[in-house]
């Protein structure tokens, strides 16, 4: 069974602070992909990135930075000088095959992040 | 957008009814998933279905039901409706395993 954990439940910052979103999964396949989505208030998910698990290749992407560590199981998340813009619920995903020809996301809680202005 | 459509965007039902979502795949994709996502169990997978046929199921309730049609497009049934079924009710699909395109969901409101 795949599992993902988010273990900050909420995160406030002051605008222009950098923020670490920490992700940690469990899976038993060597074959796998972990994403992170970012749902804004309005409720719809937007997809940010995709790994997989034979890239360990950390990646960024304008003030978005990840982290994927195969020896901790970890793919974090950092936003570098957070705006006001980027308050939103942030989820860490996993996708391993799951038997019988079918794929999918195993989410972690989430991460409330607040960019107080 | 990421070309799946979902329909309606909000449904305000009352205990014990029955409601049926809507989703549209993106164009060539065969793959279409369901997805609840609620206070108390976070998002959770639902059911996949490839091409017409149940692929894989999740934590989905008895009193749930879905299916897809020739066309692609698949309907989430939820029947006999309690108030812990309020939920944002999202749709996905993909060509590849490994790429899933999301809709805008469906807010679910059980009264």
């Known amino acids: 069974a795949q599992k993902v954990t988010q273990a900050q439940t909420e995160i406030s910052v002051v605008e222009k602070e950098d923020v670490t979103l920490d992700c940690v999964y469990e899976t038993r396949d060597t074959t796998y992909y972990l994403f992170w989505y970012k749902q804004p208030p309005s409720g719809e998910l937007v997809f940010l990135i995709r790994r997989n698990s034979f890239d360990e290749q950390n990646e960024i992407s304008g003030r978005y930075s990840w982290n994927f560590q195969k020896s901790t199981s970890s793919f974090n998340f950092t936003i570098t000088a957070s705006q006001v813009v980027d308050s939103a619920v942030y989820f860490c995903a996993l996708i391993a095959y799951s038997g019988a020809g079918s794929y999918q996301l195993t989410f972690g809680k989430g991460t409330k992040l607040s960019v107080i202005p | 957008d990421s070309g799946v459509t979902q329909t309606p965007k909000h449904l305000i039902t009352a205990t014990g009814q029955r409601v049926t979502l809507r989703c549209s795949p993106r164009s060539g994709d065969l793959s279409v998933y369901w997805y609840q996502q609620s206070l108390d169990q976070g998002l959770q997978f639902l059911i996949q279905?490839?091409?017409?046929?149940?692929?894989a199921k999740g934590n989905i309730l008895e009193r749930f039901s879905a299916q897809q049609f020739p066309d692609l497009h698949s309907e989430l049934n939820l029947s006999s409706l309690e108030l812990g079924d309020s939920a944002l009710y999202f749709c996905?699909?993909?060509?590849?395993?490994?790429?899933?395109?999301f809709g805008p969901g469906t807010r679910l409101t059980v009264l």
């Open positions: 279905y490839y091409n017409g046929e149940e692929r």
């Open positions: 996905a699909s993909s060509v590849a395993e490994y790429e899933q395109f």
